[in-house]
């Protein structure tokens, strides 16, 4: 799309230029203005050639709208296929896009990764209702997604798990996440009119302890850590 536009610029550039001179050479050339004053013929012939510029120019500002409405498409196609319709964060499509980039390749080192399962779920689907657990879920994917401030990738890997993945990491930078998550999470149960956010999490690096030499592996550590307190930061 961005080459599209391009060359449509281009064009558009190129016909006022081409509309300027010819402008600027009919009226300063006295001879031929005079011509095309007084010939029907060469009046004709310019009236044709600036008909065409017209009509180009229209060509060109309808390409445009219709790009525009292209792009508008495009983006909403494409939250529709990246985003969760329920938590409205990255899906689990985009949660196997990114853990794509680093599938065949050595794990890097300074990557970690955080999984979140929201507790009380089950629970909350099961006696409030599921409209009441989709709006737990959205809730809690917004308490997620606000509390990163680009420090990390956040999405919903399916059911009540969230994935949080971090890129040039260090552990300041997960805790520093985590006492966001924490606080904004008490904040919200503080309303007695929302049904509260229950949750657990684990974390994974790239540990030598732990044979973690893949994406995966770094994964499912981090799944397998939910409910280990061990590896809990305090809050």
């Known amino acids: 799309?961005?080459?599209?536009?391009?060359?449509?610029?281009?064009?558009?550039?190129?016909?006022?230029?081409?509309?300027?001179?010819?402008?600027?050479?009919?009226?300063?050339?006295?001879?031929?203005?005079?011509?095309?004053?007084?010939?029907?013929?060469i009046r004709m012939l310019c009236f044709m050639l600036w008909l065409t510029l017209v009509v180009s120019f229209l060509f060109i500002f309808i390409d445009f709208s219709l790009f525009t409405t292209y792009k508008k498409d495009y983006r909403e196609l494409d939250y529709a296929v990246s985003s969760d319709p329920v938590a409205g964060i990255a899906n689990r499509y985009s949660c196997?896009?990114?853990i794509q980039k680093y599938l065949d390749r050595p794990l890097p080192d300074d990557i970690g990764c955080i999984m979140f399962d929201l507790t009380n779920l089950g629970e909350v689907n099961q006696n409030l209702g599921h409209v009441k657990g989709n709006q737990l879920i959205y809730d809690f994917s917004n308490i997620l997604q606000s509390s990163s401030?680009?420090?990390?990738?956040?999405?919903?890997?399916?059911?009540?798990?969230?994935?949080?993945?971090?890129?040039?990491?260090?552990?300041q930078k997960m805790?520093?996440?985590?006492?966001?998550?924490?606080?904004?999470?008490?904040?919200?149960?503080?309303?007695?009119?929302?049904?509260?956010?229950?949750?657990?999490?684990?974390?994974?690096?790239?540990?030598?302890?732990?044979?973690?030499?893949?994406?995966?592996?770094?994964?499912?550590?981090?799944?397998?850590?939910i409910y280990n307190d061990e590896f809990d930061y305090e809050q």
């Not at 961005?2 to 600027?24: N, P």
């Not at 790239?206 to 550590?221: C, M, P, S, Y």
């Open 175 to 225: 805790k520093t996440y985590l006492n966001r998550v924490y606080k904004k999470t008490q904040n919200y149960n503080k309303d007695p009119k929302v049904v509260p956010v229950q949750y657990q999490y684990g974390i994974a690096y790239r540990e030598k302890e732990e044979a973690v030499k893949t994406i995966t592996d770094l994964i499912a550590l981090s799944s397998r850590r």
């Open 1 to 41: 799309m961005k080459k599209f536009d391009a060359m449509k610029t281009r064009q558009l550039v190129f016909l006022i230029l081409f509309a300027v001179v010819g402008i600027l050479i009919v009226f300063t050339d006295a001879q031929l203005y005079h011509r095309v004053a007084n010939d029907p013929h």
């Open 149 to 171: 401030a680009r420090m990390c990738f956040v999405g919903r890997n399916g059911g009540s798990t969230f994935l949080a993945l971090f890129e040039s990491c260090n552990s």
């Open 96 to 98: 196997d896009a990114v």
